[in-house]
């Protein structure tokens, strides 16, 4: 069983590989009010470092907890390298769907930067397909007007994948033109 200690607030830090790029200021207003309710459920994840405790998973938890002044949040302490701490979080985040398509596309693709990791070992951590992941990564070749589309809803995860397959600049920009016009 895992040994759930109780660390001060104010000695956590955010994981600088968060591959999270934003978090929603209103989910997090969401969370102190479900936490001011009924405290904090599930324990958040944390690693030792040299430079103190980092936040592997529950960084809105722990966000909720400092407006709400606890001055401790239950975590489950971890052992980790920085290449675990980030292959963690990438895997709690992916499994929870809380990255959006571009967020957990550059999650994969510090993966295999940083890493070195290839398609494949990607699939096996974050428990999807090969093509899964190939299809995520050629969302980071969307021209920027359909990232923006999609990061803002105008198209799906879907659609962006499909134009992604395209290839060709002038073709996808021309697809995006009509699926736009369609809706």
């Known amino acids: 069983m895992k040994q759930i200690s109780q660390i001060p607030t104010n000695q956590l830090e955010p994981n600088p590989l968060q591959p999270r790029g934003v978090i929603n200021p209103d989910s997090v207003s969401e969370l102190v009010e479900s936490i001011r309710e009924h405290g904090i459920l599930e324990p958040l994840i944390i690693a030792k ?28 302490v971890k052992e980790t390298t920085p290449q675990q701490m980030l292959e963690m979080a990438i895997v709690e985040n992916v499994q929870r769907k809380d990255l959006n398509p571009i967020e957990r596309a550059k999650a994969f693709q510090r993966l295999k930067e940083e890493f070195k990791f290839d398609n494949t070992q990607i699939a096996k951590k974050v428990s999807k397909s090969v093509p899964y992941v190939i299809n995520v990564l050629k969302l980071l070749t969307l021209p920027d007007a359909l990232t923006d589309g999609l990061l803002s809803g105008l198209i799906t995860e879907g659609h962006a994948r499909a134009l992604a397959g395209i290839g060709d600049t002038r073709l996808i920009i021309e697809a995006y033109k009509i699926i736009l016009k369609e809706k």
């Open 49 to 76: 470092t040299p430079a103190g405790y980092q936040i592997i998973a529950g960084e809105r938890r722990w966000r909720a907890a400092r407006i709400l002044k606890l001055a401790y949040v239950p975590a489950i």
